[in-house]
């Protein structure tokens, strides 16, 4: 992947890397664990919430070790990270419960200097949970091969568009595993255009006024045909 132009820059008073934080596919998921109930969230007692925390935990470390073992695309992604000079750690993914603060659920992270967080909270299934861990998977990927600078909207405009079309976010890996590479490309590429956005308005420099959408326009014809390490789709 070679550098977006830069000319969109971040706010000035960004400070620290931001975490790159993948919404949900599904912004309306509940937490995993059935049916929602129609009483309000504060009706849980505290014996509930554990519980309930308990169980996701369970179901995120599970479906976390299944598909590190079993994913094609998460072994993939780990093959090139290695062979790109980034072989990843043993505990590089962690669940944990994240900030349900957030305009729309999150589903995971990527930070630089910490690895990737799976909120455990907000994944609802194993697939939901392979196409975050793809995701994340882009954004460490280009850590690892550019000089990327993550302060800057473009640059995270540049890897948000390569993770919503690369991963499975607009199920684009899905549809490319089982071959059927004739997707009606232009709702594609407005369900990664749109996934972009999203991203960029959770990272909070790029948050402002249309920013977001002006960093994603601004790299698209750059950033959307690079799809490293994948093999030229088109
Ligand atoms: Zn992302």
Redesign the pocket.
Known sequence: MRLPPTGIVAASSAAAAPP???ASPDAAATPGSGPRSSAPADAETEAQRAKRVQKQAKDCERWKARLLQSSPIVRFMRDELARAGCPFPPGLFRCQPCDAGAPAAIAGGFVPTQGIVLCQETLVNRDHMEDTMA?ELI?AFDQCTTRVDWSQCAHLAC??IR?ANLSGDCKFGRELKRGNWALAAKHHQACVKRRAIL?LQNAKNCAEGHVAEEAVRHVWPHCFPDTAPFDEIY
């Open positions: 790159h934080r993948s995701h954004h890897s948000e993770a991203s």
